[in-house]
């Protein structure tokens, strides 16, 4: 519950927060990314201007420029009707000839204009136009955006745009004013302009999707380094949040929750912090390590008392209660493997005749040197076990019957061969061994045909090994 509250609560609470932030940044963001477009395109066509200015400035220095008249070259029919200030002298000649006879005729900064212009938007998509208010050409009538810039020029206004369009078809258009100046009067001069008069102004448009493709590439970067940041602050900031206090008190849920059962933590330990989760902390490690000192305590004498029941005290072999403990573990691999098992019993000959003879304590060390003797033919996963009194008893794995013949009579020899010395005596020992083998046999069933085949080897004069197969 405190998971789910706490936490959650926290975790909603930087979303939102952060997520507010997020769109405030965006906004911003956006905003300032048209205007730095806007700019962006405001020099490009600043720059455009000046040149197409420069290039009107070169041509009015040479109060235009003659080119031979040659096929497809026409004269500007539009300068035969300007001239200067009415009693002034006209200085425009159209068109002349040298001595050859060739014409030429006369390209004045409008006409190169205009002409330089076709030739821009033929190869670039970039368009410019030259208008005026006081039209000489009527092919340069000013649109609306042009009608209006010009009389804001002539408000003191030095510049103006606009984007027209969508999307990437979007285009950005300028316009800026043509002043009068000296040279312009010898064409414009009867049209009542003095010098410093707006005579009109050039106009650009421009395509922006080259500049828009670059923006939304910059674009792309701001956001995903925009989201990755404030990701890394989210992510930062919830960290230390389940660093500092979550995950503390989460913990100190759990410890107090599992104090004395068996999933316990002794990994847990605030006690070093100053605050009340420190204080907290102290007390249940207090109590944790004395409930988990008792249980340790109580499961060792359980360790130690199973260990006890499980082992005989004198060979320190396992006891029967172990092979009925673990008997049907093994029983249940082998059958699920569909390997063979083997259970032999092992009975010493004429035990009791020892212990009558040469007293119980020379009986004892004969089982206890038996024990190691078996113990040297016996597997780690095999089960040894003394089956009570002199009876011993050995489950073998993945062990047929040649191979089980095999152990029981090597068993047999090296018991047939002890030499046992007890108080200057020494103590002839053999026995008698019984075998059952088969797949599907049950521990209890083997057992019991084990112990048949004892019967049968002691019937048949001790110290030999009868094996009896399944008979399931």
């Known amino acids: 519950?405190?998971?789910?509250?706490?936490?959650?609560?926290?975790?909603?609470?930087?979303?939102?927060?952060?997520?507010?932030a997020g769109i405030c940044f965006g906004y911003l963001y956006l905003k300032q990314e048209q205007a730095g477009l806007n700019t962006l395109m405001l020099k490009q066509a600043q720059v455009l201007f000046n040149q197409i200015h420069?290039?009107?400035?070169?041509?009015?220095?040479?109060?235009?420029?003659?080119?031979?008249?040659?096929?497809?070259?026409?004269?500007?029919k539009y300068l035969y009707k300007v001239g200067p200030k009415k009693g002034e002298r006209a200085a425009i000649k159209p068109e002349i000839k040298d001595m050859d006879g060739n014409t030429y005729t006369l390209k004045n900064p409008a006409l190169m204009t205009r002409e330089l212009a076709e030739i821009t938007e033929r190869e670039s998509n970039i368009r410019f136009h030259l208008t005026s208010l006081k039209l000489i050409n009527p092919d340069n009538k000013a649109d609306?955006?042009?009608?209006?810039?010009?009389?804001?020029?002539?408000?003191?206004v030095r510049e103006s745009y606009e984007i027209i369009g969508t999307g990437d078809e979007r285009r950005f258009r300028y316009m800026a004013p043509l002043h009068i100046e000296k040279k312009c009067?010898?064409?414009?001069?009867?049209?009542?302009?003095?010098?410093g008069d707006i005579r009109g102004g050039i106009s650009l448009n421009l395509p922006m999707q080259s500049t828009l493709e670059i923006a939304g590439k910059s674009r792309t970067t701001a956001i995903l380094g925009g989201l990755t940041i404030l990701l890394t602050i989210l992510l930062v900031l919830w960290l230390l949040l389940r660093h500092l206090i979550v995950n503390p008190v989460l913990e100190l849920q759990k410890l107090a929750r599992k104090i004395g059962s068996d999933e316990t933590r002794h990994d847990i330990d605030l006690s070093h912090r100053r605050d009340e989760i420190?204080?907290?902390?102290?007390t249940l490690l207090a109590t944790e390590k004395e409930v988990s000192r008792q249980q340790k305590e109580l499961i060792h004498q359980a360790n130690k008392m199973d260990e006890d029941r499980r082992h005989d005290p004198l060979t320190r072999l396992h006891n029967r209660r172990h092979l009925y403990l673990e008997g049907p573990n093994?029983?249940?691999?082998?059958?699920?493997?569909?390997?063979?098992?083997?259970?032999?019993?092992?009975?010493?000959?004429?035990?009791?005749?020892?212990?009558?003879t040469h007293g119980h304590a020379a009986g004892d060390q004969v089982l206890v040197e038996v024990a190691e003797t078996l113990l040297k033919h016996s597997r780690s996963y095999d089960l040894l076990i003394r089956f009570g009194g002199e009876e011993f008893t050995l489950v073998v794995l993945n062990c047929d019957h040649e191979h089980s013949m095999q152990i029981a009579e090597r068993i047999r020899e090296d018991i047939e061969t002890l030499s046992i010395e007890y108080e200057g005596a020494t103590i002839?020992?053999?026995?008698?061994?019984?075998?059952?083998?088969?797949?599907?046999?049950?521990?209890?069933?083997?057992v019991l045909n084990a112990d048949e085949a004892v019967y049968m080897a002691k019937s048949s004069g001790r110290n030999r090994v009868c094996h009896i197969d399944d008979k399931s």
């Open 330 to 356: 093994l029983f249940s691999m082998a059958h699920r493997l569909g390997y063979e098992i083997s259970t032999m019993m092992i009975d010493l000959d004429h035990f009791k005749q020892i212990n009558d």
């Open 428 to 446: 002839p020992v053999t026995t008698s061994i019984g075998i059952s083998t088969g797949k599907q046999v049950e521990l209890e069933q083997m």
């Open 144 to 156: 609306a955006f042009e009608t209006q810039s010009l009389k804001l020029f002539e408000k003191g």
């Open 278 to 282: 420190g204080s907290l902390s102290r």
């Open 1 to 20: 519950m405190l998971q789910r509250s706490l936490a959650a609560q926290i975790a909603v609470t930087l979303v939102v927060v952060f997520s507010i």
């Open 54 to 76: 420069l290039m009107r400035h070169w041509n009015a220095n040479y109060n235009g420029v003659y080119v031979r008249k040659d096929a497809g070259v026409e004269t500007n």
């Open 185 to 195: 009067l010898g064409c414009h001069g009867f049209q009542g302009y003095k010098i």
